[in-house]
T-cell receptor, first 113, second 112 residues
Framework: GDSVTQMEGPVTLSEEAFLTINCTYTATGYPSLFWYVQYPGEGLQLLLKATKADDKGSNKGFEATYRKETTSFHLEKGSVQVSDSAVYFCALSQGGGGNKLTFGTGTQLKVEL | DTAVSQTPKYLVTQMGNDKSIKCEQNLGHDTMYWYKQDSKKFLKIMFSYNNKELIINETVPNRFSPKSPDKAHLNLHINSLELGDSAVYFC???????????FGEGSRLTVL
C-alpha cells in the first residue's frame, strides 16, 4: 500500500537558519503530494501541494518540489522564524475513492532565538 | 466563523462508557472524514463519508460508529471505551477528489 516516510524529529534551529525536512513516498500511479502544518493546540492546515511531477508548491516562504525520479517531496525554507515552530506532515493522496490522505509520522520543528 | 467545528474539544471519561463527538462544516463540502492522532502525533484515517454515504472504513473496531445525518455533519460515537482509545480525534472535510482537507481543531479524548 501507499506510505510516506519523513525524517525523525524534533528538528531544532536558530532563527534565520535554513530548513529542510525530508519526505519520501511509496505509491502506485501518480499521487498528489502535500505538506500540512499543525501549530500547537490546533488542527492541521494545508501549507502547500503539488499535483504532478516537477511541480513546485510554495507558500509563506516554504517550498517543495515533486520529484518522481526520487519519489521525494522535501520541504525547504530559506530563513525560519520562531513562529514557524510546529509539526509538519507530509502526505499523499491518490484522489478518487474518497480522497484518502496518507500521512507521514510528522516532524516537529522548534525554532529558537 | 469556524469552517470545521468539533465538540467537545476535551473529553475525559471512564473505561466502558459510551461517548460521542460531533462535527459540522460550513464550507459546502460533500466529503467528511474522521482521523485519529495518537500520542506520537501519527495520523490515521478512520472513516470517510461522501454525501452521507460511507466510502472509507479503515479497519476500525465496530465499537466506533460514524453517523452522517446530512452532508454538513459527521458524528462519531464510541461504545465501551478502552484505554487505547485515548487520542485526539480530528474531523475534516473536502470537496470530493479535490485533495485539500480542511481540519477541525480536534477533540482530545482521555479514557481513565
Amino acid at each position: 500500500g501507499d506510505s510516506v516516510t519523513q525524517m525523525e524529529g524534533p528538528v531544532t534551529l536558530s532563527e534565520e537558519a535554513f530548513l529542510t525536512i525530508n519526505c519520501t513516498y511509496t505509491a502506485t500511479g501518480y499521487p498528489s503530494l502535500f505538506w500540512y502544518v499543525q501549530y500547537p493546540g490546533e488542527g492541521l492546515q494545508l501549507l502547500l501541494k503539488a499535483t504532478k511531477a516537477d511541480d513546485k508548491g510554495s507558500n509563506k516562504g516554504f517550498e517543495a518540489t515533486y520529484r518522481k525520479e526520487t519519489t521525494s517531496f522535501h520541504l525547504e525554507k530559506g530563513s525560519v522564524q520562531v513562529s514557524d515552530s510546529a509539526v509538519y506532515f507530509c502526505a499523499l493522496s491518490q484522489g478518487g475513492g474518497g480522497n484518502k490522505l496518507t500521512f507521514g509520522t510528522g516532524t516537529q520543528l522548534k525554532v529558537e532565538l | 466563523d469556524t469552517a470545521v467545528s468539533q465538540t467537545p474539544k476535551y473529553l475525559v471519561t471512564q473505561m466502558g462508557n459510551d461517548k460521542s463527538i460531533k462535527c459540522e462544516q460550513n464550507l459546502g463540502h460533500d466529503t467528511m472524514y474522521w482521523y485519529k492522532q495518537d500520542s506520537k502525533k501519527f495520523l490515521k484515517i478512520m472513516f470517510s463519508y461522501n454525501n452521507k454515504e460511507l466510502i472509507i472504513n479503515e479497519t476500525v473496531p465496530n465499537r466506533f460508529s460514524p453517523k452522517s445525518p446530512d452532508k454538513a455533519h459527521l458524528n462519531l460515537h464510541i461504545n465501551s471505551l478502552e484505554l487505547g482509545d485515548s487520542a485526539v480525534y480530528f474531523c475534516a472535510s473536502s470537496q470530493a477528489y479535490a485533495g485539500e482537507l480542511f481540519f477541525g481543531e480536534g477533540s482530545r479524548l482521555t479514557v481513565l
